[in-house]
């Protein structure tokens, strides 16, 4: 089975543009949740989604945005990009009526800010 | 809040010896606890999960890992350790206390090096 899909794969902005990120969820997965993992960091939870509405927030910046669509892909939008958003952002997926805990990340994007 | 501490930055083993990576959490109820592990450049795989139940875990490609209430700690083992075991391994944790889609909370890692 396909697993979960982001894309694009690698970005690189400039500061103060904006970006998008999606992340499609392994089939029948209805929730979906973003990490932020800084070079050599661990990942960082920022948001979450179930059915579509947002569920857990962590430490998501005012700057970024997220969503959760009717066929339950996610974007993640991201606007004012700093050099420090430079990382490599996770998009994870689980299913609620299963074993909702268990989460299935992504390969990541990497986007680089200059 | 919720803290998962792993103590070793980075340990070194050499091949075909056996491996203990340790994990210790920090919350009051008995969080639900996970062992990832990440390659360079790539995402993160799930090696195996403790929810409830039987405290010694069996994952993939060999691992398992005991759950000790008593000392807040969640090692991940190996018997024998193979140079594709080479990686960054994440302990994580869930505190279980949103209903659902909660974030996980991650570990600072341990890189494992095997040596030949």
């Known amino acids: 089975a396909a697993g979960v899909i982001q894309s694009p794969r690698h970005l690189i902005k400039e500061k103060r543009e904006t970006a998008t990120l999606k992340c499609y969820p392994i089939?029948?997965?209805?929730?979906v949740y973003w990490y932020q993992q800084g070079p050599g960091q661990d990942p960082q939870f920022l948001i979450s989604f179930y059915e579509k509405m947002q569920s857990d927030k962590g430490s998501i910046p005012d700057r970024f945005s997220a969503q959760q669509f009717s066929d339950y892909h996610s974007e993640l939008n991201m606007s004012s990009l700093e050099l420090g958003d430079s990382a490599l952002y996770f998009c994870?997926?689980?299913?609620?009526?299963?074993?909702?805990?268990?989460?299935?990340f992504g390969p990541g994007t990497r986007l680089t800010v200059t | 809040a919720q803290s998962v501490t792993q103590p070793d930055i980075h340990i070194t083993v050499s091949e075909g010896a056996s491996l203990e990576l340790r994990c210790n959490y920090s919350?009051?109820?008995?969080?639900?606890l996970f062992w990832y592990v990440q390659s360079p450049g790539q995402g993160l795989q799930l090696l195996l999960k403790y929810f409830s139940g039987d405290t010694l875990v069996q994952g993939i490609k060999g691992f398992e890992a005991e759950f000790k209430r008593s000392q807040s700690s969640f090692n991940l083992r190996k018997p024998s350790v193979h140079w594709s075991d080479a990686a960054e391994y994440f302990c994580a944790v869930d505190d279980n206390s949103g209903g659902g889609a909660d974030g996980l909370t991650f570990g600072k890692g341990t890189h494992l090096i095997i040596q030949p």
């Open positions: 994870a997926s689980s299913y609620q009526a299963g074993s909702k805990d268990e989460q299935y």
């Open positions: 919350y009051g109820a008995t969080p639900y």
């Open positions: 089939s029948r997965h209805d929730t």
